[in-house]
């Protein structure tokens, strides 16, 4: 039998790929916990027990419960930022309005192969996380105890920066209110596609396209 000393140790490169995989089973628990079952039914103890880690190593990566919802909404901003700017280095009108339009519709309808696989998996669902936000802008006590705090503007920087960086004559404030009402009429959008009483024989597009126009008047261009 070969001596502790004879066994290799797990690479540098092994152990951050172990880290990152625990933490994304903590966020993918906590937020499915919190999607499917509220805000109360989020507790640490069900993450942990949901990703099949202790408290302990909960507590290795987050300070709160909070916190891994404020972890995972700054990754989604931070996504946007990127596909933001992606859209508008070549976008044909070059218009705030439409860049986001143009963003905002792969988070509501990612890209899929003929199979009906998503091409990116990195794009954040807006179905989890545009409900997330709503939460952390009202925050409220649980039975559990914890309060649903978190800065706002930090989570959100990312985006409104960028807005920001592709239309300089928006003020943070109105790059802030426009990330937020985009991110609400694209849900709107397409919470009405599945609703015939919304609808009326409209496509997920045409009612998309439809809210979006609401956002005409930030044209500056």
């Known amino acids: 039998m070969p001596s502790s ?3 290799p140790e797990p690479s540098a490169s092994r152990r951050e790929e172990k880290k990152a995989l625990t933490k994304r089973n903590l966020i993918d ?5 919190f999607i499917n079952d509220g805000p109360e039914a989020a507790t640490v103890h069900a993450i942990t027990k ?3 880690v202790s408290p302990r190593t909960f507590h290795n990566y987050f300070e709160r419960r909070d916190d891994v919802f404020a972890y995972y909404l700054h990754d989604v901003f931070e996504n946007f930022a990127q596909h933001l700017h992606d859209i508008a280095a070549d976008h044909p009108t070059g ?4 860049i986001l339009r143009d963003t905002m519709w792969i988070y509501c309808y990612p890209p899929q192969s003929p199979e009906g696989e998503i091409l990116d998996p990195t794009v954040p669902d807006i179905r989890k996380f545009k409900p997330l936000l709503i939460m952390l802008e009202h925050p409220q006590k649980n039975s559990s105890g914890e309060s649903l705090e978190v ?12 807005i920001c960086e592709i239309d300089p004559a928006l003020t943070p404030f109105d790059a802030f209110l ?21 609808s009326a024989g409209s496509t997920p597009r045409e009612l998309y396209d439809r809210a979006f126009d609401m956002l005409a008047s930030v044209d500056r261009g």
């Open 50 to 52: 949901q990703a099949g």
């Open 178 to 198: 426009l990330l937020d009402v985009s991110f609400s009429i694209a849900l709107r959008a397409m919470e009405a596609a599945v609703d015939d009483r919304l």
């Open 5 to 7: 000393s004879s066994i």
């Open 95 to 98: 218009r705030t309005a439409d």
């Open 151 to 162: 800065d706002l503007p930090s989570l959100t920087e990312p985006g409104t920066t960028a």
């Open 29 to 33: 628990a906590a937020v499915d916990l």
